[in-house]
């Protein structure tokens, strides 16, 4: 599975951003797919889940009521949208397929990591 992150940038503190993960040779519905984030200096953390339905979701404490994660399948396309960014949100984030069964927040339980894509938010 080839993964591509998108979406990220440049943004002031308040603002949004919309991250998409794409994928050629695997339809994502049929995976668990997650968000993860990795700031300087610091180990890779878990931000959302989405199982394969599409109908349960998953999130980190520290982003719960600002971030969303969706899928659309017509798209074979997974989102983060990312609301209400703080400083401390800056981060490389990444997109993951888990090929298991069960949601999962530990990092080396997925399979396949697409490449990140850098966000920074400025005070």
Known sequence: VQLQASGG????????????CS????????????????APGKERDFVAAIN????NTFYADSVKSRFTISQDNAKNTVYL?????????????????DNGMVVTT???L??????????????
């Open 9 to 20: 940038g440049l943004v002031q503190a308040g603002g949004s951003l919309r991250l998409s």
């Open 81 to 97: 949208q990312m609301n209400n960014l703080k400083p401390e949100d800056t981060a490389v984030y990444y997109c993951a397929v």
């Open 106 to 108: 530990t990092p080396k």
């Open 110 to 123: 997925y399979d396949y990591w697409g490449q990140g894509t850098l966000v920074t938010v400025s005070s």
């Open 23 to 38: 994928a050629s040779g695997r339809t994502l519905s049929r995976y668990i797919m997650g968000w993860f984030r990795q």
């Open 52 to 55: 394969q339905s599409g109908g």
